[in-house]
């Protein structure tokens, strides 16, 4: 059933981006100024990833299937298939009325409606799939079925899913959030580009972690942490609040001390180096908390993260991040301290960058963002996989974390007590009781 999570996944950030066009619309109603750009990039997300995506990969298989399988699907199927027949007349209405509205021939009041109007009908849409329709497949469909369904979505090389359509979804998204207003995005007036590339072979371990414990006093923190990294995987760390998930990526980047086990990172042991000897071999870290120089200036906070790297190379390295988060460059001397927390948590991930990490250490990167934020993180660190960038990702929203995941592994209290890939432990009862609240 693995074409029911990517749906559902889908309907997550479909809702999100409801969500922030109805908060945008409230603030269009209070008086703020329409912005073309920002709705425009809405659209075109809908138009390529919803409209001409997700809506026939799911009329083709999943509807066409259920309706062997249940009469009573009937009834449901043809209305929402009538919904994405008519989604695309809806979006080109919505597109002249924002014409209209920003030239001045339709008020923002009026405006604001047509778009509230719109999110409710995707609302009630995605409400009906997931209430009536994912319940009816899971009981109706067999085994047969869900193979023919899961090899279309899971189909790396269609032109409309595969790999190659999901990098370009990513983007349009990225500009989505980059346009998106303060409140509840990044308030760029540019874009800039994620630039995606392929990934190297995973066959390499770099980061071999062996017995691993620390103490805070008398309470061990830690209790015998091993666990293994290769080159290009992304590696989720999971648990809950107190489970020692930021102990050990401190004691990892050599700011907690470790009183027992050893750290190999591309072969060298690395337990008895400092911090800043760590970061120079490649290991950087974007903190919990972004914990950004709130006096210093976004600009400097950057250089900062490029001071163990030539200077030859700092110029380039600041244009690839201004290209990625053009909020940044266009507040490039303003003190990191004024950013939004979303801007900070973009300015904290760059910071990382600069240090042109082998391995990137993210700690808890979705904490406190609003939802499209959240979505936007979890879509730059896709992005850099898809780079092949080596990520350690310690993260309390577990299941964004897994989904992305190669590998996962569960910390309950200093200990790890599961180990697999992404899609195993989601799919594991114990975790799913435990951490994904299903």
Same mark, same amino acid.
């Given at each position: 059933?693995?074409a029911?999570?990517?749906?559902k996944?889908?309907?997550?950030?479909?809702?999100?981006?409801?969500?922030?066009?109805?908060?945008?619309?409230?603030?269009i109603?209070?008086?703020?100024?329409?912005?073309?750009?920002?709705?425009?990039s809405?659209?075109?997300?809908?138009?390529?990833?919803?409209?001409?995506?997700?809506?026939?990969?799911?009329?083709?298989?999943?509807?066409r299937?259920l309706?062997?399988?249940?009469?009573?699907?009937?009834?449901?199927?043809?209305?929402?298939?009538?919904?994405h027949?008519?989604?695309?007349?809806?979006?080109?209405?919505?597109?002249?009325?924002?014409?209209?509205?920003?030239?001045?021939?339709?008020?923002?009041?009026?405006?604001?409606?047509?778009?509230?109007?719109?999110?409710?009908?995707?609302?009630?849409?995605?409400?009906?799939?997931?209430?009536?329709?994912?319940?009816l497949?899971?009981?109706?469909?067999?085994?047969?079925?869900?193979?023919e369904?899961?090899?279309?979505?899971l189909?790396?090389?269609? =032109?409309?899913?595969?790999?190659?359509?999901?990098?370009?979804?990513?983007?349009?998204?990225?500009?989505?959030?980059?346009?998106?207003?303060?409140?509840?995005?990044?308030?760029?007036?540019?874009?800039?580009r994620?630039?995606?590339?392929?990934? =190297?072979?995973?066959?390499?371990?770099?980061l071999?972690?062996?017995?691993?414990?620390?103490?805070?006093?008398?309470?061990?923190?830690?209790?015998?942490?091993?666990?293994?990294?290769?080159?290009?995987?992304?590696?989720?760390?999971?648990?809950?609040?107190?489970?020692?998930?930021?102990?050990?990526?401190?004691?990892?980047?050599?700011?907690?001390?470790?009183?027992?086990?050893?750290?190999?990172?591309?072969?060298?042991?690395?337990?008895?180096?400092?911090?800043?000897?760590?970061?120079?071999?490649?290991?950087?870290?974007?903190?919990?908390?972004?914990?950004?120089?709130g006096?210093?200036?976004?600009?400097?906070?950057?250089?900062?993260?490029?001071?163990?790297?030539?200077?030859?190379?700092?110029?380039?390295?600041?244009?690839?991040?201004?290209?990625?988060?053009?909020?940044?460059?266009?507040?490039?001397?303003? =003190?990191?301290?004024?950013?939004?927390?979303?801007?900070?948590q973009?300015?904290?991930?760059?910071?990382?960058?600069?240090?042109?990490?082998?391995?990137?250490?993210?700690?808890? =990167?979705?904490?406190?963002?609003?939802?499209?934020?959240?979505?936007?993180?979890?879509?730059?660190?896709?992005?850099?996989?898809?780079?092949?960038?080596?990520?350690?990702?310690?993260?309390?929203?577990?299941?964004?974390?897994?989904?992305?995941a190669?590998?996962?592994?569960?910390?309950?209290?200093?200990?790890?007590?599961?180990?697999?890939?992404?899609?195993?432990?989601?799919?594991?009862?114990?975790?799913?009781?435990?951490?994904?609240?299903?």
């Amino acid at each position: 059933m693995e074409a029911l999570r990517i749906i559902k996944d889908e309907h997550r950030n479909l809702w999100r981006i409801a969500t922030t066009v109805d908060l945008v619309a409230d603030e269009i109603e209070a008086g703020s100024k329409i912005d073309p750009q920002f709705f425009t990039s809405v659209f075109d997300y809908i138009e390529q990833f919803i409209d001409r995506s997700h809506h026939p990969k799911e009329d083709d298989f999943l509807f066409r299937i259920l309706r062997t399988r249940s009469a009573e699907a009937a009834a449901i199927l043809d209305r929402l298939q009538t919904e994405h027949r008519n989604g695309p007349e809806n979006l080109t209405r919505l597109r002249e009325q924002l014409k209209s509205a920003a030239g001045g021939e339709l008020n923002n009041a009026a405006f604001a409606a047509a778009l509230r109007t719109y999110t409710q009908g995707l609302k009630s849409h995605v409400g009906a799939e997931e209430k009536e329709v994912i319940p009816l497949a899971r009981e109706m469909l067999n085994a047969a079925d869900w193979a023919e369904i899961d090899g279309a979505f899971l189909n790396n090389e269609d =032109p409309l899913f595969g790999e190659k359509a999901k990098a370009e979804f990513r983007e349009l998204f990225h500009r989505i959030v980059s346009l998106a207003p303060e409140s509840v995005g990044l308030g760029a007036h540019s874009t800039g580009r994620l630039q995606p590339s392929a990934a =190297p072979n995973k066959a390499e371990v770099v980061l071999s972690v062996s017995g691993m414990e620390s103490c805070y006093g008398r309470i061990k923190a830690l209790k015998g942490i091993s666990l293994e990294v290769r080159r290009g995987e992304t590696v989720a760390l999971v648990g809950a609040n107190g489970a020692g998930k930021t102990t050990f990526l401190r004691t990892l980047s050599g700011v907690q001390p470790m009183s027992a086990g050893s750290i190999r990172f591309y072969g060298e042991d690395i337990g008895a180096l400092r911090s800043d000897m760590r970061m120079r071999r490649g290991i950087c870290q974007s903190p919990e908390g972004r914990q950004v120089f709130g006096p210093l200036s976004i600009e400097d906070n950057l250089r900062l993260g490029a001071y163990t790297q030539p200077k030859s190379q700092v110029e380039s390295d600041l244009d690839m991040v201004f290209s990625m988060f053009p909020i940044l460059k266009e507040k490039r001397r303003l =003190p990191a301290g004024t950013l939004s927390g979303g801007q900070q948590q973009m300015l904290a991930i760059s910071r990382a960058l600069m240090g042109r990490p082998k391995m990137l250490l993210l700690d808890e =990167p979705s904490m406190g963002l609003a939802p499209l934020l959240v979505e936007e993180v979890f879509n730059v660190v896709k992005t850099l996989k898809a780079q092949g960038m080596t990520i350690f990702l310690v993260e309390q929203n577990a299941f964004a974390a897994l989904a992305i995941a190669d590998r996962g592994y569960v910390l309950e209290t200093g200990t790890i007590t599961l180990t697999g890939t992404g899609q195993e432990l989601i799919s594991n009862e114990q975790v799913r009781a435990a951490y994904l609240g299903m």
